[in-house]
């Protein structure tokens, strides 16, 4: 059974850091690529970032440039987000998917991603 369980989540202040994992289990972490989006209470859901199969290439949505590090380690079976300088605006719930489709920079966010995690909540706030 696919299993992605992410955690990490909680309250942080403006300016603060978290890191956020994705636990996987049930496939073979190595064969997709892996997915963070959020969506923020009346927004719709946005990508953050992804990483594909190796972690030779990683996407990020313009927003978090710069601020946020996506990361895998597939035999731990782990995804990784470090999300630093860290704004109100950022505040939502998190969730890793995962997508056996190749990604590349143009199609990251629109492919299907088949696997989801239940979703971790990113306050930040002061």
């Known amino acids: 059974q696919v299993q992605l369980v992410e955690s990490g989540g909680g309250l942080v202040q403006p300016g603060g850091s978290l890191r956020l994992s994705c636990a996987a289990s049930?496939?073979?972490?190595?064969?997709?690529?892996i997915g963070w989006f959020r969506q923020a209470p009346g927004k719709e859901r946005e990508g953050v970032s992804s990483?594909?199969?190796?972690?030779?290439?990683?996407y990020y949505a313009d927003s978090v440039k710069g601020r946020f590090t996506i990361s895998r380690d597939n035999a731990k079976k782990q995804v990784y987000l470090q999300m630093n300088s860290l704004k109100p605006e950022d505040t939502a719930v998190y969730s890793c998917?995962?997508?056996?489709?190749?990604?590349?920079?143009?199609?990251?966010?629109?492919?299907?991603?088949?696997?989801w995690g239940q979703g971790t909540q990113v306050t930040v706030s002061s």
């Open positions: 049930g496939f073979t972490l190595e064969s997709y690529s």
């Open positions: 998917a995962a997508t056996s489709t190749y990604i590349t920079a143009y199609t990251w966010t629109r492919v299907r991603y088949t696997d």
């Open positions: 990483i594909s199969r190796h972690g030779d290439y990683t």
